[in-house]
């Protein structure tokens, strides 16, 4: 009986060490581990203390009733080991018994038996790839040192799950393990949720940092990758000044300071990040205070936004610059301009309003490519005028506008004239010599105008002023020319009426032999009878028609009526002569003109040779496709002339192989005849270069008889002009075609 409350005795002083033992591992272990489990595993060894304590004092007292105070600790230690997915593993290797804990049974899926039966299933069941933990594991507990390990084990039904495994070995004098404990925990949810967190962060696109004490502490790849290291440890303990200027780094601390302020303190930046090559990239940020490491720090997430900040200003720039020059645009002239206004300092504003003189004849004839090219030179020769004392804009098309502030008069006029004199030189396009010029209409604030609207409005009406006096010049805005404004946008608007109402009528001008008088072509020029305005010349209403494109459907509908009238005279008896036609460049690159000019002859029944096309020089600007539609033209047996000769920049060496008729001299140089300076020097040269090449000439514009007396001297034939007759209806062309009659039926 004695021998065996002995052996009862020391079982009891046996399980009192081991729960010591046991307490000593978990409190151990618990610096291992989350900071959460710490104050879980100080609870679990402060039990353990109590119980040690309470069962040493029953041992000594001897009390009969420590099997059942003995028997209720156990329950509550393995209540909370239960709670805290923790198992105990005790291995006396001198008596080779093993104690487990029947936790083990949760933790691993096998029983208790199986760990008893077979005392490396253990090992067996940790997942092959982290086997090379055992040997490091093995090698620290041969030395006697405690070990915390961390691996993955495969469970019966195949689950996989994370353990942390604390070992404690015990070494004889010989230095031979004679006892080991070790404490296992269920670390799987934290070491999951740890994975994730980590996959989260590393395969985030954004940059992920931590920053303390004005260094890097944490970087993600992302990070790495967008400064420019190899991996992220080349940043860590890197002063944040090595990415971000001083400046930026004074406004991201005055951001950061005033966010402590709110709610959350999470605050929202852009800046400027330096790479370690040196270059940059723009960031947008957001950083929040956090605890690293037991210290205070920041956590900074941020994306790289350069293309974005990259696109922002291409679209900005594109809003307030012309795509083809680069100039400011009519968004950034205006918003220039109202600023101004706004500026009581400003003393004074003109605006210039640009318009190029014949850039509508190149565009047509020499294409968009070469239009927009020339473009490009005239708002070099814009600013390199303007210089630093003004805004060009360009507002579309051919137009500019240009912006000068704090200047009188005199000077606006100095820039004006400067402007002119830039466009003095040609331009060069594709080996070609190109010559524009820039018509300039200028209004002064706040004298011609309160708003930006009617000072654009009048500057505008003051270029069409500029226009009418000769083009490449420049005038100021009167009062008076609101009246011409006016009637040009009454026009405009009319003209696209006019055809349907039948408002166009044609006159007649005859073409006679100088020395006789007798009518051998006739020239048909349109007139516009308005319902209100009453007789509109030509040159009022052929420019616009021109700027609107009504020119190709006007010119057709002056073909067809000519050639029905000059059928009708014939068809009444009257002798057979020509009847001219003007045809417009833009009429020449119309791809329907020859098939329109054929049709109308068939349609008539007029013959080709009494249907005279006469062009302008301005053809040259694209002799290639004009050569091709006038050969086409002479095809169908019509007679071209080459109107207003001596004007433009005609080139003899293109001249001699158009499948040109006829020259006529352009009035200004017949004006020329009665200049006692130069009397008719360049009409005579013309004269004689129309007979050297065959060309029957034309003199046009002819009022008095002392050019009639030129003209026969020079042995030029044929004239036209207010000293035969001024343009008439069809009716008294018929007078002039009867007269002829006679006189032939004398002869």
């Not at 060009?392 to 606006?412: C, H, N, P, T, W």
């Not at 034939?717 to 002039?736: C, D, M, N, T, W």
Request: aromatic share 8%; hydrophobic share 40%.
């Amino acid at each position: 009986m004695k021998m065996v409350l002995r052996k009862q005795k020391r079982n009891r002083i046996a399980i009192i060490c081991i729960f010591i033992i046991v307490s000593e591992i978990l409190f151990d272990a618990g610096s291992f581990i989350i900071p959460e489990s710490k104050l879980v595993l100080w609870f679990v060894h402060f039990c353990f203390s109590i119980l040690t304590v309470f069962l040493l004092l029953r041992l000594l007292g001897g009390s009969d009733k420590i099997s059942a105070e003995l028997h209720k600790s156990n329950q509550k230690l393995r209540n909370i080991l239960d709670t805290l997915d923790v198992a105990i593993w005790s291995h006396d290797m001198k008596a080779n018994t093993l104690i487990i804990s029947p936790e083990i049974e949760k933790m691993y899926g096998y029983s208790k038996e199986k760990f008893y039966q077979d005392l490396s299933l253990w090992n067996k069941v940790i997942d092959p790839e982290d086997s090379y933990i055992l040997d490091e594991r093995a090698e620290r507990l041969q030395s006697g040192l405690p070990v915390t390990s961390v691996y993955r084990i495969k469970r019966p039904d195949g689950e996989v799950r994370w353990i942390q495994d604390r070992g404690i070995p015990t070494l004889d004098s010989k230095g031979e393990m004679v006892y080991f404990t070790s404490v296992l925990f269920d670390i799987t949810d934290r070491r999951e949720s740890e994975d994730l967190y980590r996959s989260l962060i590393d395969m985030s696109p954004d940059i992920i940092t931590v920053i303390s004490n004005k260094q890097i502490d944490y970087v993600n790849e992302t990070g790495s990758r967008l400064v420019g290291a190899a991996v992220p440890c080349e940043l860590i303990g890197k002063p944040i000044s090595t990415f971000v200027s001083p400046e930026s780094i004074r406004d991201i601390r005055n951001v950061l300071n005033a966010s402590e302020q709110s709610v959350s303190g999470m605050t929202r930046f852009e800046l400027e990040v330096k790479r370690l090559d040196g270059g940059t990239i723009e960031m947008e940020m957001s950083a929040m205070p956090i605890l690293y490491e037991g210290r205070q720090a920041r956590q900074v997430v941020g994306r790289d936004i350069t293309e974005r900040k990259k696109a922002e200003r291409t679209i900005e720039h594109m809003a307030y610059h012309d795509s083809l020059t680069g100039l400011p645009n009519r968004n950034m002239f205006r918003n220039t301009l109202d600023s101004l206004m706004q500026d009581s300092a400003v003393e004074g504003l003109a605006v210039l309003f640009l318009d190029i003189d014949r850039f509508k004849i190149i565009n047509d004839t020499k294409g968009h490519t070469i239009g927009d090219s020339l473009l490009k030179q005239v708002a070099q020769r814009l600013e390199t005028a303007v210089g630093k004392e003004g805004l060009v804009s360009r507002q579309g098309g051919d137009e500019f506008i240009i912006l000068l502030k704090d200047m009188d008069l005199d000077y606006v006029e100095k820039v004006a004239q400067r402007i002119l004199s830039k466009f003095a030189k040609p331009f060069a396009l594709n080996g070609d010599e190109f010559f524009v010029t820039p018509s300039i209409g200028i209004s002064v604030y706040p004298k011609d105008g309160a708003d930006q609207d009617t000072l654009i409005k009048h500057a505008d009406t003051a270029m069409y002023l500029a226009k009418e006096k000769g083009k490449n010049n420049y005038q100021f805005y009167t009062p008076d020319l609101d009246s011409q404004s006016l009637r040009k946008m009454e026009l405009e608007k009319g003209l696209r009426k006019a055809l349907a109402y039948n408002q166009f009528v044609l006159h007649y001008q005859p073409q006679v032999q100088v020395e006789s008088g007798n009518v051998v072509g006739i020239e048909a020029l349109i007139r516009w009878e308005h319902p209100k305005l009453g007789i509109i010349s030509p040159g009022e209403f052929i420019p616009l028609a021109e700027e609107t494109g009504l020119i190709v459907q006007m010119g057709k509908w002056v073909l067809r009526t000519a050639a029905e009238q000059n059928k009708r005279w014939q068809d009444a008896g009257l002798p057979p002569v020509p009847v001219a036609v003007n045809v417009s460049v833009r009429q020449i690159q119309d791809d329907g003109l020859v098939e329109d000019v054929k049709q109308i002859l068939e349609e008539t029944g007029l013959a080709p040779r009494y249907l005279e096309l006469e062009i302008t020089e301005s053809i040259m600007q694209n002799i290639e496709r004009s050569t091709i539609i006038l050969d086409e033209l002479k095809d169908l047996g019509v007679i071209l002339s080459l109107d207003d000769f001596g004007k433009g920049y005609s080139s003899l060496s293109y001249l001699k192989h158009l499948p040109i008729d006829i020259i006529k001299i352009d009035k200004s140089f017949i004006d020329d005849i009665l200049d006692l300076s130069s009397p008719g020097s360049i009409a005579k040269a013309i004269i004689d270069m129309g007979q050297n090449m065959n060309f029957t000439v034309i003199a046009e514009g002819i009022e008095k008889e002392e050019q009639v007396a030129f003209l026969l001297e020079n042995a030029c034939k044929i004239g036209q002009g207010y000293y035969f007759s001024r343009p008439v209806p069809a009716h008294l062309i018929s007078e002039f075609l009867q007269k002829r009659l006679q006189e032939i039926i004398i002869q």
